[in-house]
């Protein structure tokens, strides 16, 4: 298998999505849950929500159990070292979006530290560029896209991916097939793609072991897992896109005192304009 | 979203009277959030109290320094604007439990890490975003942006955005999700109810 095997898969797998599930779209009358519909931005929801409960079930079977053993295995410092070197690993594709979204400053400084990390940080273990004042940040073509002004698109649930969207998840296979220095070398050496396999699985388990306390608590604090975590993904690249601003203002603006409220408070629905809920892309 | 009355105010502010300094309000909204911050870990995170007593703390504090019934009402978006008034009224303190009762689980996990509060920019004509960071002992940092408002008393908190999540847009998302799925705002209510019990049922003694 290849990363055009996996391509072909997605392919797959959204055309199942089409032709079997698709969210039934609330009555135009209904405004509120029109808007709600609009957000969430997921028209194969009954879909991904299966897709969502597979994905579930693989992680408490395969991938639970696999980080655990990592974490016995090695250290929090040697985890960290792991993530340091999958991170360096992929400096190549966040330099080529940091070029194609014309941010020449940010492109410097993931050259530098490429630069750095690889040599003087023994191939990447160690980032030592951020001690010298070069910090980490990350692009992929799903970011230079919303740059370039192509919006998210449909949500979409991938078993062991995560979360992404039509955007961000063709992103990834265009990076993952073109950008990315290691497609070209495996290409380049017979068709070796057991080397792309083996870092996404190191990726697979370094996210996971990353952000498994994060998760595991919005799981615990929301009623609605599935919906609470396709608004965290849809906020963390959002605030990618936006190279970490905060939120935008007109998302806020609801955070009014209560002396500004409207005393009619059924009238005023009907005045309310449409860009209090807008989602972002 | 701003209202045709709130833009007049601000238009007409901003003819007669030269605008705040937001040095002097931004340096307030800092010190606000390290107030804040240095208090929930004497008081409460550091302190040598029973885990119920901590909750309570808590819960006192959350009432103080943030202003949970705007942020109540974020939260239910337009639904705010179409449920009954006494509906609403009953939303605000099951929202205050599920909150204190989600938040105080952790209490017992603080292990000495501290908030580095830095700098601050004005959002909007009445507030401020205020940047921190997390500083663990492991050397593991985290970015906490604080949304304050002022309100005619000072600062409130109306928003905690971490590593890009904002803890009211992913609650008003989830919960829209809940109202249209999952029959209506009185399901909400129903739903809310249980998982506050759920949550007392693990309270820490």
Known sequence: MSPSHIARILTVLFVCALTSACATRPPAGDVNAVAAYQEANDPLEPFNRAMFKTDQALDSVIVRPVVKGYRAVLPEGGRRSVGHFLRNLRSPITFVHDVLQAEPERAGTTFARFAVNTFIGVLGLFDVATDLGLPYHSEDFGQTLAVWGVGSGPYVYVPIFGPSTLRDGTGYGVDAFFVDPLAWYSRGNGAETWIQWAVFGGLVINIKDETMYATDELKASSIDYYASLRSAYRQIRASEVRNGAPPPMEEFDDFSSLSDLPSNAGKAALELPQTTLTSEQ | ?205
């Open chain 2, 1 to 205: 979203m701003i209202s045709r009355r709130h833009l007049m105010l601000a238009s007409a502010a901003a003819a007669l009277a030269p605008r705040m300094s937001f040095a002097q309000a931004g340096a307030d909204a800092g010190a606000f959030v390290t107030d804040f911050a240095q208090k929930g870990i004497v008081d409460i995170l550091a302190a040598k109290i029973a885990g119920a007593e901590k909750q309570q703390s808590f819960r006192t504090m959350f009432a103080t320094y943030f202003d949970l019934p705007a942020i109540g009402r974020f939260v239910l978006g337009r639904y705010t604007r179409t449920i009954k008034p006494e509906d609403l009224a009953s939303f605000t303190p099951l929202f205050e439990d599920v909150i204190v009762y989600t938040w105080s689980r952790r209490f017992s996990e603080y292990n000495g890490q501290s908030l580095k509060v830095g700098a601050s920019t004005p959002d909007g004509d009445d507030g401020a975003i205020v940047k921190s960071t997390i500083v663990g002992n492991a050397g593991e940092n985290y970015a906490v942006d604080w949304r304050l408002r002022k309100r005619p008393d000072g600062w409130r908190i109306v928003d905690v955005i971490v590593a890009g999540v904002s803890m009211a847009i992913t609650y008003r998302q989830e919960y829209t999700t809940l109202i249209t799925q999952q029959g209506g705002f009185a399901g909400l209510v129903a739903q809310l109810q249980k998982q506050v019990s759920d949550l007392k049922a693990q309270a820490p003694a």
